[in-house]
C-alpha cells in the first residue's frame, strides 16, 4: 500500500486553562489515504474539532504529530482547505469575491485564478449569481459558495466540520451529494466531523467513532464498497446501510 496521504502518530491535546488541565484528545492514531473520505463521530466534547485544528495546523499538539505527504505539519498551509458549519461569507462582498477571499489572503489574485472561481461557481450551480451579495442567497446556497471558497486554492485535504448541520433536510441531502460528487472528481482526501450517523455513513470511506473524556479512537469501520460507490442520496436505501448505522448508534450511545 502507498504511503498515507495523512499520518497521525500518538497525537495527544491538553488544553491548558489557569483552572485546570484537560486532556481533549489522548493517543489518536491514524493514517489516511489520498482520495479517502474519513468522518468522525462521536459523543460532544470527545475532541473532533480539536483533531481537525491540529490536521489544519491552527493548533500544536502537546505530544504526537501529523504529517500530510510526510511533511510535519507546524502551521496552517495551502495544503489544507477548511470548511465550517457556519459560511462566514462577508455580506458586504459578491459571491465571485467572497469565493475569492482566500486567493486574496494569500496573494495568488490573479486573471486565470479569478477564472477558476468562476469556473467552480459555475460547477456548483453558482455561475449566475456570481455577482449578488451574500443575503441573496438561501442557506444552501451560501454554503456551496463557501465550499467554492474552499476548493479554489485548490486544497488537497479538505476538513469539514458540520459543514450540513445548519441546512434544512433537503438542502443538507442535496449538498451532501454535491460535496461527494465535487471531492471524488478532484481525488481530494477529505475529513468529515459530525454528529449525523447516516451522513457519515452515506459519505464516507471509513468512520472513526470516538470515546470520551479523553477523546480516543474507539473503532475503525470500513464501508462496504457497494454503499461507498454509491451517492450519498440513495445509499441510505442500500443493503446493509442500516446494520451500521445501528452498530455504530449502540458504540455510541454506550458512551451516553
Ligand atoms: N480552547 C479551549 N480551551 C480549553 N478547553 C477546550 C478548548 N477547546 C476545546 N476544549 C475542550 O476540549 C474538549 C474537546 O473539544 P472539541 O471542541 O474538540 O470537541 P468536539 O468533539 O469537537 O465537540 P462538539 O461535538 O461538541 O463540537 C472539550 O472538553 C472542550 O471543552
Known amino acids: 500500500m502507498e504511503n498515507p496521504k495523512i499520518s497521525i502518530e500518538n497525537l495527544t491535546h491538553v488544553y491548558v486553562t489557569n483552572k485546570e488541565a484537560n486532556v481533549a484528545i489522548e493517543n489518536i492514531q491514524l493514517a489516511i489515504q489520498r482520495g479517502e473520505f474519513i468522518s468522525l ?4 466534547g470527545c475532541g473532533k474539532s480539536t483533531i481537525l485544528s491540529c490536521i489544519a495546523g491552527l493548533l ?5 504529530s501529523i504529517s500530510i505527504d510526510n511533511q510535519l505539519i507546524t502551521k496552517p498551509s495551502a495544503t489544507v482547505g477548511y470548511m ?20 486574496e489572503v494569500m496573494g495568488q489574485l490573479t486573471k486565470d485564478s479569478i477564472e477558476h472561481a468562476k469556473y ?9 449569481y456570481q455577482h449578488h451579495y451574500p443575503s441573496q442567497l438561501s442557506g444552501g446556497m451560501r454554503q456551496r459558495a463557501a465550499l467554492v471558497r474552499t476548493l479554489v486554492s485548490s486544497p488537497e485535504v479538505l476538513l469539514l466540520d458540520e459543514p450540513f448541520s445548519a441546512l434544512d433536510y433537503q438542502n443538507k441531502l442535496k449538498l451532501e451529494d454535491l460535496v461527494f460528487d465535487t ?3 478532484q481525488n481530494k482526501t477529505a475529513i468529515l466531523v459530525t454528529h ?14 470516538l470515546d470520551n473524556n479523553p477523546g480516543r479512537i474507539k473503532e475503525i469501520i470500513e464501508i462496504p464498497e457497494h454503499i461507498r460507490e454509491t451517492k450519498p442520496f440513495l445509499a441510505r436505501e442500500v443493503d446493509g446501510f442500516y446494520e451500521i448505522f445501528h452498530k455504530i448508534w449502540k458504540e455510541l450511545d454506550q458512551d451516553e
Do not use: R
Not at 500544536?60 to 504526537?64: A, D, L
Not at 467552480?120 to 453558482?126: A, I, P, Q
Not at 449525523?196 to 455513513?201: T, V
Open 41 to 44: 463521530v462521536g459523543p460532544s
Open 60 to 64: 500544536q499538539p502537546t505530544c504526537g
Open 84 to 103: 465550517l458549519q457556519s459560511d462566514y461569507l462577508f455580506e458586504w462582498k459578491s459571491i465571485l469575491k467572497n469565493a475569492c477571499v482566500g486567493l
Open 120 to 128: 467552480l461557481l459555475d460547477e456548483l450551480g453558482l455561475g449566475k
Open 183 to 185: 471531492l471524488k472528481k
Open 196 to 209: 449525523d450517523i447516516a451522513e457519515a455513513i452515506a459519505m464516507s470511506d471509513k468512520i472513526a467513532i
